[in-house]
Each structure stands twice: as C-alpha cells, then as structure tokens.
C-alpha cells in the first residue's frame, strides 16, 4: 500500500484528519517534518487537558490524558546505527518508533538533556505550561535546576531512593516543591528544620518527626502512612 500523501491533501481535509487523531499518534506525526509540527500543533485537537511528568528514575517524559492513560518517550543512554533520526528540540537523535516498545526510544549522550529536550519539546506541541509532576534520583538531580528556572516550584516532586543527609538537606533548601511526595529520606533526617513552608507533604518511609515539628511547619496538607501516625501517637507532647 502507498503511503498517503497528506500534505497534499485540501488544508480543511487536513485540518479534520489532524483534529480526529489520538496523542499516541500526534506525537510521531509531529517528528516527519517541521511543517508537519507546525500543522499538528496548530489543528490537533484540544479539548482535552493533558498533564506531563518526568520520571527520572526510567529515564522517560509521559503525557496523562485524563481517561488515565499515558503516552510516553523514553531516553536511552548512547546511540543507535539503525534508528532513523529525528529533530527533537533542535537535536538529531536516532529514534525507534516501533510499537514492541509501548512508546518511543530516543537516544543521547547526556541523559538529563535528553529528558530536558523531550520535556520542551511535548510541552511546545502540546501547549502544557508546566510539568506536573517529576522523579528524581541522584543521577538525574539536574531535573531540579531546570524546573527551577522554567517555572520555579510549581510541582509535584518524588523521591523514592535513599538520599544521604546532605543531599536531602540541599533539595528542601534550593527546591522546595509546592507538593514533596518522599520515601527516600533517611529516619532520623531533622526535616522540619529544613523545611518551613510546604502544600502538601507526603511521607511514606519512617521518618523522624514530632508534634512539636508539625506545629512549626506551615504545611497545608500532611499525608503519613500508618506506621507512623501510630509512632506519632504515642510520642509525648508538652505544651509550650
């Protein structure tokens, strides 16, 4: 069978093709050319919001629909001689588009700017302001920096590797997400002194915290798992 020769078809045709196709297929349709982009982004339909995360633990950027399904683009490390190569972000990177994947494979040399690059790329097709939520580990720490200066601490930060004192201590001090989900602290790290202002804190590892901390931090919203609301309750408090 002939490949369709969709550019050339009438720009109202086109415009309804574009407007039907799901996000699993915008986003390789997207990579044929630069006006291929230009034409996807302007009519892809848009009635749906669409939420962006970066797992740095995977090394892969997804798109959540809001039926729960997610679309994604992993990064792998090094190269590939049999990919094809795409623009993404201004970068050629050798891509592998075939469905045994349940995604894309992309690969680069610096593993974090390729997640940046992806990262930029769907939140430009896609029109998404910010991610909405994002996982570190001590590889991909960098992540940080970036959502940083893109939109300061607008976000939904997982930890769930263990993290030593020093560099839990350096992410409550330069990135305070808006909401801290952690697994990764160890159980007698102090976080209420490091951490004084949060939306919501989510914790899901022992951790050493008092009644008296809790009163000192202004946290909007507080989440412990049972093993430590029972550690909690049977700690003393003395008034102040």
């Not at 669409?50 to 997804?62: A, E, S, W, Y």
């Not at 200066?149 to 020093?166: A, F, G, P, T």
């Not at 990135?175 to 602290?185: Q, S, T």
């Not at 002194?193 to 809790?214: A, F």
Request: glycine share 4%; proline share 4%; net charge negative.
């Amino acid at each position: 069978m002939s490949a369709l020769p969709i550019l050339e078809l009438p720009i109202l045709v086109l415009m309804k093709i574009l407007r039907i196709i799901d996000v699993e297929t915008v986003i390789p349709i997207s990579l044929c050319s630069r006006k291929m982009y230009h034409l996807v982004k302007t009519f892809r339909d848009k009635s749906d919001t669409l939420r962006l995360k970066m797992d740095g633990i995977d090394l892969r950027v997804q798109l959540a629909t809001p039926d729960g399904n997610y679309h994604e683009v992993e990064v792998v490390a090094g190269t590939s001689e049999t990919a094809e190569r795409v623009k993404i972000d201004g970068h050629l990177v050798p891509i592998d588009r075939s469905r045994k994947h349940h995604g894309w494979n992309t690969y680069w040399d610096d593993k974090v700017k390729g997640m940046q690059s992806i990262m930029e790329y769907l939140s430009d097709l896609f029109g998404i302001k910010n991610v909405t939520t994002i996982i570190v580990t001590r590889g991909t720490m960098r992540l940080l920096d970036i959502l940083k200066e893109r939109q300061e601490n607008d976000y939904e930060l997982v930890i769930y590797h263990q993290l030593s004192e020093k560099e839990s201590h350096f992410i409550l001090e330069n990135h305070p997400a808006k909401v801290l989900r952690i697994e990764g602290f160890s159980h007698n790290f102090p976080i209420a002194k490091h951490l004084k202002s949060i939306d919501s804190l989510i914790v899901g590892s022992k951790l050493s915290i008092t009644l008296d901390d809790l009163l000192d931090m202004d946290c909007v919203e507080l989440v412990l798992m049972e093993t430590i609301s029972d550690w909690l309750e049977h700690r003393p408090y003395k008034p102040r």
